[in-house]
């Protein structure tokens, strides 16, 4: 609840803090979602772990990843 109440304060005060729209690396990764079926997909995270494990996802679920 107050990190939902803290996200709406800085988008209302930031409005184009992020874009418009979805980032180029999130349009291309729902296109292979969507190419290869896929129903569900996965959340990111911006984490210190990320090159690790989001490679490993990916690779689980098709997308590639292996790139360094």
Not at 29 to 38: E, H, I, L, N, T
């Amino acid at each position: 609840m107050v990190q939902r109440a803290h996200r709406q304060r800085t988008y209302g005060g930031h409005p184009g803090m992020y874009g418009e729209g979805p980032s180029e690396p999130a349009v291309h990764v729902a296109a292979v979602f969507k190419a290869s079926g896929a129903r569900e997909g996965f959340s990111v995270m911006a984490t210190d772990g990320f090159p690790r494990t989001g490679r490993r996802t990916c690779r689980r679920y098709g997308a590639g990843g292996d790139e360094e």
